[in-house]
């Protein structure tokens, strides 16, 4: 590449695969194999997890070969928190272990997003599924009009990290308008400031599917946040926005001592 050749002084360092922060949760809404293979080409370096999103795995075609492309790439990928909501609901859970099992799934969403489950139930399922899983468990509603106070949410985060969650998933949806985030997408900054005083961020993603969303976490929480539901065609430009070379961001990370050249600086909309 590039950087190694012709490298930039003073870019943020970002830890070598696999990591446990700075993670890039990608979703996949039922891409192909080709699809996938031609994704993996160019951004498999920055991709850290997949998430099939809903239910999109029970319905789409070669799911197995399509797995197998993510396992040649060292890439975890685990089926959306709404599979298990289904499941749940129809008492399957047994059978839902049993599809993980035989398709050799080992990471595993528990979420309540759309359906009514006690947090000690939620707990439970946590605590027994993290014996064979690894667990991540998703906090906050998909539903915008339901919001959660703040310490209710740290509450939440920290008894599931207790039970056995590898990392709690902070809920936005895919559209980035609800959860952690105004109906409009703005950034509900006081509940993040409160999640993270008392939460370690490095055991919590952050769901941004939205370039401005992705910003303020990285110029609030720096490069190495973890950041999910992050659209495919968006891997690579989310990592040059983790990196400063992307005008949203471009002077967040200079090294001390040097001095931009102001005079060289581009006065554009910031999209470059």
Same mark, same amino acid.
């Given at each position: ?72 790439? &060292? ?42 489950? &006690? ?45 056995? &969650? ?100 581009? &006065? ?5």
């Amino acid at each position: 590449m590039i950087q190694d050749e012709y490298p930039i002084i003073g870019l943020p360092t970002r830890p070598e695969k696999p990591r446990q922060k700075g993670l890039t949760h990608m979703l996949d809404k039922a891409l192909s194999v080709r699809e996938v293979e031609d994704i993996l080409d160019v951004a498999s370096e920055y991709i850290d997890l997949v998430k099939l999103g809903w239910g999109t795995a029970v319905i789409t075609p070669d799911l197995q070969r399509k797995l197998d492309v993510y396992r040649e790439a &060292s890439i975890p990928f685990y089926f959306g928190g709404t599979l298990f909501e289904a499941f749940f609901l129809r008492d399957q859970l047994d059978t839902y272990r049993r599809l993980l099992d035989d398709l050799s799934v080992r990471h595993l969403e528990i979420s309540d997003g759309s359906v009514s489950m &006690s947090h000690e139930d939620k707990l439970h399922f946590i605590s027994e599924f993290a014996k064979d899983f690894n667990v991540l468990s998703e906090v906050g509603s998909k539903d915008a009009n339901n919001i959660m106070p703040p310490y209710r949410w740290v509450e939440a985060m920290q008894a599931e990290l207790e039970a056995g &969650s590898w990392k709690v998933i902070a809920e936005s949806r895919e559209t980035g308008t609800a959860g952690l985030f105004r109906p409009n997408g703005e950034v509900r900054t006081g509940l993040v400031d409160e999640i993270v005083t008392r939460v370690d961020p490095r055991d919590i993603i952050f769901e941004a599917p939205n370039k401005m969303q992705q910003v303020w976490f990285i110029k609030n929480q720096g490069p190495n946040v973890n950041l999910g539901n992050i659209a495919p065609e968006e891997v690579i430009p989310l990592e040059t926005l983790r990196l400063g070379l992307r005008g949203d961001t471009l002077f967040e990370f200079l090294t001390p001592g040097v001095t931009p050249n102001f005079d060289a600086s581009p &006065s554009g909309d910031g999209q470059g």
